[in-house]
C-alpha cells in the first residue's frame, strides 16, 4: 500500500513568517512529486512539482526533495493571509509503469496565516 | 496549462439514480484521471481513462458502479451508477497535457449530494 503522510496541522504562522509544509512517502519507486493548494470549495490547484534532488524555488514558494529519506517539503516565504488553505502533498507513480500518472495523496495540511 | 470544464458543478440526486459527470479539456492531453473528495478527506484516484479502451479502475471502484468512458482526447465522462447517500462527494477530473513533463491539473470538480 502507497504512503504519502503529511506533518499533522493545522498549522499557524504570523503574517511575513516562513511557513514549512513536510511530506513523507513510501514508494521508493516514485518518480515525482506535487504540491497543491485547496482553498475551501475549491479543487487543488498546482503550485510546485519537484523530480530531481535538491530544491526549486518559484517566488516566494521552495519545494526540497530527499529521495534517500524518501522526503519532500514546501517552504512559502513572505507568507501571506491569501496563503491559507490546504496544502495537499501528491506523489506520481514509477515512470513508464502501470502507476505512472497515478497520484496518491497526503491527507492535507491545514495553514493559517494571521495578520 | 489547458483549461477544464467539468459539467454538472453540482447536483442533488436521490438514491438509486444515475448521474452522468462530463470533463472537457481546451486542448488534447495525454492522460485523464477521475478522483473522488469525500467530505473532509483527501483526494482519491477512482480510475484512469483511457483513449479509446475501457478505463483502469483502482482498488475499491468498479465499471458496473462507476463506467468511464473517453472517446478522444478532450473529453471523457463519469457515471456514478445506483447512488446511494455515500456517494456523496466531489468527483474532480484531471488532466497531463502534451508538451509538459507529468505535472496534473484538475477541473472545477462535481458536488454530488445524494438524498
Known amino acids: 500500500q502507497k504512503e504519502v503522510e503529511q506533518n499533522s496541522g493545522p498549522l499557524s504562522v504570523p503574517e511575513g513568517a516562513i511557513a514549512s509544509l513536510n511530506c513523507t512517502y513510501s514508494?521508493?519507486?516514485?518518480?515525482?512529486f506535487f504540491w497543491y493548494r485547496q482553498y475551501s470549495g475549491k479543487s487543488p490547484e498546482l503550485i510546485m512539482f519537484?523530480?530531481?534532488?535538491g530544491d526549486k524555488e518559484d517566488g516566494r514558494f521552495t519545494a526540497q526533495l530527499n529521495k534517500a529519506s524518501q522526503y519532500v517539503s514546501l517552504l512559502i516565504r513572505d507568507s501571506q493571509p491569501s496563503d491559507s488553505a490546504t496544502y495537499l502533498c501528491a506523489v506520481n507513480g514509477g515512470a513508464g509503469g502501470t502507476s505512472y500518472g497515478k497520484l496518491t495523496f497526503g491527507q492535507g495540511t491545514i495553514l493559517t496565516v494571521h495578520p | 496549462s489547458a483549461v477544464i470544464s467539468q459539467k454538472p458543478s453540482r447536483d442533488i440526486c436521490q438514491r438509486g439514480t444515475s448521474l452522468t459527470i462530463q470533463c472537457q479539456v481546451d486542448?488534447?492531453?495525454?492522460?485523464m484521471f477521475w478522483y473522488r473528495q469525500q467530505p473532509g478527506q483527501s483526494l482519491t484516484l477512482i480510475a484512469t481513462a483511457n483513449q479509446g479502451s475501457e478505463a483502469t479502475y483502482e482498488s475499491g471502484f468498479v465499471i458496473d458502479k462507476f463506467p468511464i468512458s473517453r472517446p478522444n482526447l478532450t473529453f471523457s465522462t463519469l457515471t456514478v451508477s445506483n447512488m446511494s447517500p455515500e456517494d456523496s462527494s466531489i468527483y474532480l477530473c484531471s488532466v497531463v497535457p502534451f508538451g509538459g513533463e507529468d505535472e496534473q491539473y484538475f477541473g472545477p470538480g462535481t458536488r454530488l449530494t445524494v438524498t
Open positions: 519537484i523530480y530531481s534532488n
Open positions: 514508494d521508493r519507486g516514485s518518480q515525482s
Open positions: 486542448s488534447q492531453v495525454t492522460m
